[in-house]
């Protein structure tokens, strides 16, 4: 059901790969709100990806571009004025990759150059991205800006990595950056921290069948899909989000919020019912 949050609002979305981004949700979501966007991502995913058949679906252009490289992202947000006619009202990064994930280097034995490109790509993009639309001045007034983080900025889940660290960068770039484009445009800039989902990305995470269902068991509301972030995103691109800036918003169910649940603290009780002798000491080894 559409709403027309969006009628007459211009977006670039960067990231889209195939329909289990979150990003091609978005894209999908915010054309049918009313926006007119392009889409960008590097040549390589462009052409190992579906993003073209996305673009053709809601009639948009693709601008391909490394999100690493100042030049490239200069010219997304100069061809996107163009080609859209006027100021971009909002801008979504759905960006993040880690060498040392996907080469199954752990936290402790991390590769140094490759732990520079994950932070590159997944949170200093960020910045660079930010800063090439200021320098164009191609953001309108009370436009906004969003990111997609996750809560292993804040706690520690094996697996994720150095993705977290990239992550906890991210969410101090939209803090750092929405104070300086706000009081200068009137720009926003906020995260979205979004529950484990079954992105393409999302799958080389260890153990992300595992994080999936324990999230979604701590969550009251269970976890948010990728078509519920959409849904979510849409709201921080419309008007209604206009004051609205320098956060970090959970999108998880609730899982941020919990402790323990009764759910899970049922199963911890059941599973350490399995190591314990006649006389309730726990059995090690």
């Not at 990231?15 to 979501?29: F, M, P």
């Not at 490239?72 to 990759?97: A, R």
């Not at 436009?143 to 990239?166: C, E, K, P």
Request: aromatic residues 10%; proline residues 2%; negative net charge.
């Amino acid at each position: 059901m559409s709403y027309n949050l969006l009628k007459g609002k211009r977006g670039i979305i960067f990231g889209a790969l195939n329909d289990q981004s979150i990003a091609w949700k978005v894209a999908e979501r915010a054309v049918e709100e009313g926006a007119t966007i392009t889409l960008s991502n590097t040549p390589m995913a462009i052409r190992m990806g579906e993003v073209n058949a996305l673009a053709e679906k809601l009639n948009c252009q693709v601008i391909p571009a490394d999100a690493t490289s100042v030049e490239e992202l200069t010219e997304v947000f100069k061809n996107s004025v163009e080609i859209l006619g006027g100021k971009i009202d909002f801008v979504l990064h759905s960006i993040g990759m880690s060498p040392n994930v996907r080469k199954k280097r752990t936290y402790d034995d991390l590769d140094y150059g490759m732990l520079d490109k994950t932070l590159d790509i997944s949170a200093v993009s960020f910045h660079k991205m930010i800063q090439s639309a200021k320098k164009l001045d191609a953001i309108a007034e009370n436009g906004s800006i969003v990111a997609l983080s996750y809560v292993a900025a804040q706690r520690t889940f094996y697996g994720y990595n150095d993705m977290a660290d990239a992550k906890a960068l991210l969410e101090s770039i939209a803090r750092s950056f929405g104070y300086i484009y706000g009081r200068e445009r009137s720009v926003r800039v906020n995260t979205i921290s979004q529950s484990p989902t079954f992105t393409t990305a999302g799958s080389g995470v260890k153990g992300m069948d595992k994080l999936f269902d324990f999230s979604n068991r701590m969550s009251p509301l269970g976890n948010a899909s990728a078509d519920e972030c959409a849904d979510y995103c849409i709201v921080m691109f419309s008007d209604f989000t206009r004051k609205v800036t320098m956060q970090n918003l959970y999108h998880d169910g609730g899982f941020s919020s919990v402790g323990m649940s009764l759910r899970a603290m049922a199963t911890y009780e059941k599973g350490l019912d399995e190591y314990m002798d006649e006389d309730g000491n726990i059995i090690y080894g």
